[in-house]
């Protein structure tokens, strides 16, 4: 089967700007996670998404982050304004619903604020 | 809350040599629990995984024992590859909701 597909790999902004990350996750997937890993740490979830229905987005920052799964399928996280310290890994994950403790991860997007 | 604490990294070994990388947990409740391994410019990998008390998840040569008593999930190996050189993640999870990650361990071995 095919895995959590992210786009784009690699992405350089300027502080202040706006930036969108899109996934894809496995077909039938209803779960849908988005992690931000800084460097030297452990990835921590923005939001997870059941079909389209925000499950948990109590550590995602608000004022600059947003994200959406309109149709239950792909998923789009959105920064706007970007700051220095969002310089990070976004990774998408999903699960399905018969191992949902069971996440697959995509290859994230390497974002640098500079 | 809930968390994960790893072993500080890096670890460095000789190929052959025996790995243990030390996961301990803090939840409420009984938790499932998960090795992710991530090699450079990739993804996270579930290595291997255990559901219950005294669950031994294995994948690869490696392996770890779910200790309730010690609330430990240590990851082990027998005999270290150069391909085994990667970012190893402990973490556990709850039925529906997101996993809980350490900080991760960097293992570098050399041949």
């Known amino acids: 089967e095919a895995g959590v597909a992210q786009s784009p790999r690699y992405k350089i902004i300027e502080k202040r700007q706006s930036v969108a990350f899109w996934c894809n996750p496995i077909?039938?997937?209803?779960?849908l996670y988005w992690y931000q890993q800084i460097l030297g740490q452990g990835p921590k979830l923005l939001i997870q998404?059941?079909?389209?229905?925000?499950?948990?987005d109590s550590q995602l920052p608000k004022d600059r982050f947003s994200a959406e799964r309109l149709k239950g399928v792909d998923s789009t996280l959105k920064i706007q304004p970007a700051k220095l310290e969002d310089s990070a890994v976004y990774l998408c994950?999903?699960?399905?619903?018969?191992?949902?403790?069971?996440?697959?991860f995509g290859q994230g997007t390497r974002l640098t604020v500079v | 809350g809930d968390s994960v604490t790893q072993m500080e990294g890096p670890v460095t070994l000789s190929e052959e040599a025996f790995l243990t990388i030390n996961c301990t947990y803090t939840a409420t409740g009984y938790p499932s629990l998960f090795w992710y391994v991530q090699y450079p410019g990739e993804g996270l990998q579930l290595l291997l995984k255990a559901t219950k008390a005294d669950d031994k998840g294995s994948n690869k040569g490696f392996e770890a024992t779910y200790r309730k008593e010690t609330t430990s999930f240590h990851l082990e190996k027998g005999s270290v590859q150069v391909s085994d050189s990667a970012v190893y993640f402990c973490?556990?999870?709850?039925?529906?909701?997101?996993?809980?990650f350490g900080k991760g361990t960097t293992l570098s071995v050399s041949s």
């Open positions: 994950a999903s699960s399905s619903p018969a191992r949902s403790t069971e996440a697959f």
């Open positions: 077909s039938g997937h209803a779960t």
């Open positions: 973490a556990l999870g709850f039925s529906g909701t997101a996993l809980i």
């Open positions: 998404f059941q079909n389209n229905g925000v499950v948990d």
